[in-house]
């Protein structure tokens, strides 16, 4: 395949959502479906967010429980499963690939990119899909609220209710994704080279292995009731953020706290409590 740079029109054969998963995951999300467009994307942008967890408490619990490292990966189908049973979600290899699996299903082409945030090389999953002949970024792995154009002769900018983000073109094929409101304004820089499914899915199961990312800390990131909410167990004293306009709050946690986080982000329970005590930075 050739770079996404250069414009032309590819697609990573992710095999889409079954169309009962994809009706069920819709009205997990609230959102009908119709035709690929950009205000389809953006309102599954939007939902996604306030309905999902961008978490590692499930992938923790997950390579506890599994003696093979090839046995992790949770695919799309227990992705959304764990998603719509459990208030499960993910890191952004799984819940990148999981929402293009959903992309796919509701007609948008598109494809895979792995890229980089600053001197880690590699590290970080997003999607870019085609409406109306240009070219998308959608990350519901970091996650990016809305989607942002992509436009290889000059930087492009798309506010959210949270960040205005800008697109900045930074050699062939490359674009440093920027947000406001925010301390770290670089996000990470887009690699646009689409990734073959099968590579995609190599990588994602290495981030299971020894060099793994998050699977030493529960961290959990949500949009509740309109403001966007963090929770990461590294961080003393155990607290959790609400963060709106730029500003940060901190609400501390006692007693109970995975019971605390996991009624706060509508997840498991069971599987916070479990993440926790395997976790290298957990509550000790």
């Not at 992790?72 to 979600?89: H, I, Q, S, T």
């Not at 959990?220 to 963090?230: F, H, L, P, S």
Request: charged share 20%; proline share 6%; with cysteine.
């Amino acid at each position: 395949m050739k770079n996404g740079w250069c414009g032309e029109k590819v697609t990573t054969s992710v095999t889409p959502l079954s169309p009962d998963l994809t009706r069920a995951v819709l009205a997990r999300l609230g959102v009908a479906s119709s035709p690929p467009t950009l205000d389809l994307l953006d309102a599954l942008i939007a939902a996604y967010t306030r309905s999902v967890p961008w978490e590692s408490a499930f992938r923790i619990a997950k390579r506890a429980r599994t003696p093979d490292t090839a046995d992790c990966p949770r695919w799309p189908d227990e992705f959304w499963g764990d998603a719509l049973a459990r208030g499960g979600g993910g890191t952004c290899f799984e819940s990148n690939y999981a929402f293009f699996g959903l992309l796919r299903a509701l007609g948008y082409e598109g494809y895979l990119t792995i890229n980089d945030m600053g001197e880690s090389i590699g590290c970080h999953a997003a999607i870019v899909v085609w409406v109306d002949g240009q070219r998308w970024l959608v990350d519901a792995g970091l996650p990016v609220y809305v989607a942002l154009r992509i436009d290889p002769s000059k930087a492009t900018r798309r506010s959210s209710p949270f960040h205005t983000y800008t697109v900045r073109p930074d050699g062939q094929g490359r674009y440093q994704i920027e947000r406001t409101l925010h301390p770290k304004r670089n996000c990470y820089t887009l690699i646009d080279t689409p990734v073959p499914d099968a590579a995609y899915r190599a990588a994602t199961t290495a981030d299971y292995g020894a060099e793994g990312f998050f699977l030493d800390r529960v961290i959990v990131c949500k949009v509740v009731d309109g403001r966007a909410w963090r929770f990461n167990s590294a961080e003393r004293p155990l607290h959790l953020e609400s963060f709106w306009e730029g500003e940060r709050v901190d609400h501390a946690l006692s007693g109970d706290v995975a019971q605390a986080v996991a009624e706060h982000f509508g997840m498991d329970v069971a599987t916070v409590r479990a993440a926790l005590a395997v976790s290298s930075i957990g509550l000790n």
